[in-house]
């Protein structure tokens, strides 16, 4: 049963990302050449291994797609956040997870189980949860501000947060895009959370 709905979460998440690959190229072509290629298996493997981490099937999905965009590319794959290689996703983890304790001190200032996958320039982060901070739901989109309290869930998961972009691509005209456009409306969501 659990390899049924497996299958079925893959099933979804890779025809989101042939559409959401198809928009790109077609109504953003000078950003779609800054993505970088995907990554093999192996190659996913091997980050695994070298950061000790095991990755959810969407998010290797997602990786198996592009690997993020180019490091001088700052055209934003949404929220005004560009879209992060899994090597840097991964060394950027680490980092702020290292700092729990001395540098965060506060409660889910950051969190040991997020995966910062889409960064806007200034510290801030999208982040994949994979523990379900909050509210339980491992795989659910977070967001981080390096200086703000807010720490809300924006999207149940990826699937609905890809979901929500390719509607978006869908539903605008290309005279109407705009490339700082905000996926905010998930049904129910946000889910408004804060740290003190």
Request: hydrophobic share 35%; glycine share 4%.
């Amino acid at each position: 049963m659990e390899n049924q709905r497996l299958s079925k979460v893959k099933n979804i998440m890779n025809e989101l990302i042939e559409k959401l690959d198809k928009q790109l190229a077609r109504l953003r072509p000078e950003y779609y050449q800054e993505l970088k290629p995907s990554l093999s298996d192996l190659e996913i493997q091997n980050l695994e291994v070298q950061y000790k981490i095991q990755l959810p099937d969407d998010l290797k999905t997602l990786y198996k797609w592009k690997n993020g965009q180019n490091q001088n590319c700052y055209e934003s794959f949404v929220n005004n956040s560009m879209f992060l290689s899994l090597e840097d996703i991964l060394s950027t983890a680490a980092e702020l997870t290292s700092m729990i304790g001395s540098d965060f001190e506060i409660e889910n200032w950051w969190n040991e189980n997020w995966m910062p996958v889409f960064h806007n320039g200034g510290g801030d982060y999208i982040c994949f949860d994979c523990e379900g901070t909050f509210t339980g739901n491992a795989g659910q989109v977070i967001e981080y501000w390096h200086a703000d309290e807010d720490r809300n869930v924006i999207a149940p998961n990826l699937i609905a947060f890809i979901s929500q972009i390719v509607k978006y691509y869908e539903t605008t005209n290309s005279q109407d895009f705009d490339e700082y456009f905000e996926i905010d409306n998930v049904d129910n969501y946000p889910l408004v959370f804060s740290v003190q």
